[in-house]
C-alpha cells in the first residue's frame, strides 16, 4: 500500500525554520516505520537525515516521534500507524539535521548517576555472587538501551531543564537494587534533590513511551522511596 | 536536562490519561491560587472601611461570580482527589499496571462529590435570586 510520511526537517546552517516534507513509499503492512525511512533516503531524497544502527530495537539509534508519540522506527509496524505517518525529532534535544538531535547533556546526566558497579571490596577468587531473587529485584532496569524515548516524553523533562530525567533514574535504580553495589549514599544523593526523583509528576508518558516496555514510572517511585527511607 | 520544550509542543505529543490528568492538576492548581490572590485583595478591602469591604463582598452575590466560585470548588476537588491518587501511586510503585484505571476511578469519585454540591451552590442561581 502507498504510505504518506510527513517527515520533519530542518538543516540549521541552511534553513531558517522547521519545514514538513511529504514523500510517498509503496510500503506492505507488515514492514516498520524504519523500512520507509530507508525506502526514502536510498531512492527518494539522499539528503534525509536520521540515524539508525542495529536496525532491531537493540541499539537504541532510531528513536523519533511517530504520529505524536515517541517511539523507535526499527520496532514500529505500518500497520500501527496507518497510510499517514507524521515523524518528528524527540523533543526537548537541538536538532543537528532532520531527525538526527544532539544527545550530549542526556548522556551528560546519564554518567552523572554513576551507571556503574561500584564495589571496592577485594575481588573474591571467582565472581561476585548473587541469588537469582536479589538480581530480579532489578531485572526489569537492565533492559535500558538508552534511546531517551522515555526522557524525552516526560512533561517534566519539558518544562524543567535541570531534571534528569527517567532514563537517567532507571540506570540509577538498576544499580541501587543491585546488592554487591556500595555508591547508594551517593547516588541518592544526586537523586534525592529536587532535580532527581522529585521532580517526577508521575505523568506515565515515560512508561508508555519505554520500546523495551520497562515499568519506567515504577522504577522511579521505587528510587523516590529509597530517598525518603535512606536506601534501597 | 532538556532544553524547554514550548507548551504548544508539549500538547501536541500523545500521552496517555496520566498526562491529561497531570495537565488539569497544573491548571486546577493555577486556578486556585489565582482564587487566593483575589480573595486576599477583596480582604484587604477592609482597610479601606466597612462600607468599602461590604460593597466588595456584594459582587461575589452575581451571577458571574456564583458559576466561578463552581470553577473554584471544581478545581479545589480536582486538585485534591487527583494528588491523593498521584500520593498513591508513588507509594505503592506496583499500582502502575492500574494507572488508567486510577484516573477514571479518580473522575468517578470527583463527579459523585461535585455535581451535588454544584446543584446546591447554584440553587440561588437556578431560583433567580441572583
Known amino acids: 500500500m502507498r504510505v504518506r510520511f510527513d517527515i520533519k526537517r530542518y538543516d540549521p546552517e541552511k534553513d531558517e525554520a522547521p519545514y514538513f516534507q511529504n514523500y510517498e ?52 509496524l505500518i500497520r500501527e500507524v496507518g497510510r499517514r505517518v507524521r515523524i518528528e525529532p524527540l523533543l526537548g534535544f537541538p536538532v543537528v539535521r532532520d531527525l538526527v538531535v544532539d544527545q550530549q547533556r542526556f548522556f ?117 522511596r529509597a530517598a525518603l527511607l535512606g536506601g534501597p | 536536562m532538556l532544553e524547554r520544550t514550548s507548551f504548544r509542543e508539549g500538547l501536541r505529543y500523545r500521552g496517555g490519561s496520566s ?4 495537565m488539569l492538576h497544573r491548571i486546577t492548581g493555577l486556578g486556585v491560587l489565582l482564587f487566593l490572590s483575589i480573595h486576599i485583595l477583596e480582604t484587604f478591602t477592609l482597610s479601606f472601611g466597612p462600607d468599602f469591604y461590604n460593597n466588595t463582598m456584594e459582587l461575589y452575590n452575581t451571577i458571574f461570580f456564583r458559576v466561578a466560585e463552581i470553577g473554584l470548588l471544581f478545581a479545589v476537588l480536582y486538585h485534591a482527589i487527583n494528588g491523593i491518587r498521584i500520593t498513591i501511586q508513588d507509594f505503592w510503585p506496583a499500582l502502575w499496571r492500574y494507572e488508567r484505571a ?18 446546591w451552590g447554584l440553587l440561588p442561581v437556578f431560583r433567580g435570586e441572583l
Open chain 1, 25 to 76: 513509499v509503496e510500503l506492505g503492512e507488515t514492514d516498520r516505520v524504519l523500512d520507509g525511512l530507508n525506502e526514502i533516503r536510498w531512492r527518494q531524497d539522499g539528503t534525509l537525515t536520521f540515524r539508525r544502527s542495529c536496525e532491531h530495537g537493540i541499539c537504541g539509534s532510531d528513536a523519533m516521534r511517530i504520529n505524536g508519540r515517541n517511539r523507535l522506527a526499527c520496532k514500529t
Open chain 1, 108 to 224: 551528560q546526566d546519564y554518567r552523572s548517576v554513576l551507571p556503574f558497579l561500584v564495589n571496592d571490596d577485594p575481588p573474591p577468587p571467582r565472581e561476585r555472587l548473587q541469588s537469582p531473587e536479589a538480581r530480579r529485584r532489578f531485572d526489569d532496569t537492565t533492559k535500558c538501551i538508552l534511546c531517551a524515548a522515555c526522557t524525552t516524553a516526560c512533561p517534566s523533562a519539558w518544562g524543567n531543564d535541570s531534571f534528569l530525567g527517567p532514563a537517567a533514574i532507571v540506570q540509577a535504580h538498576r544499580f541501587i537494587f543491585d546488592t554487591r553495589d556500595h555508591a547508594t549514599v551517593e547516588r541518592l544523593a544526586r537523586l534525592a534533590g529536587r532535580c532527581g526523583v522529585w521532580a517526577c509528576r508521575t505523568a506515565y508518558n515515560c512508561t508508555m513511551a519505554c520500546p523495551r516496555e520497562i515499568q519506567v514510572t515504577r522504577a522511579i517511585a521505587e528510587v523516590k
Open chain 2, 19 to 22: 498526562m491529561w490528568a497531570w
Open chain 2, 102 to 119: 486510577l484516573v477514571w476511578a479518580g473522575f468517578v469519585i470527583l463527579i459523585f462529590v461535585f455535581i451535588p454540591l454544584a446543584v
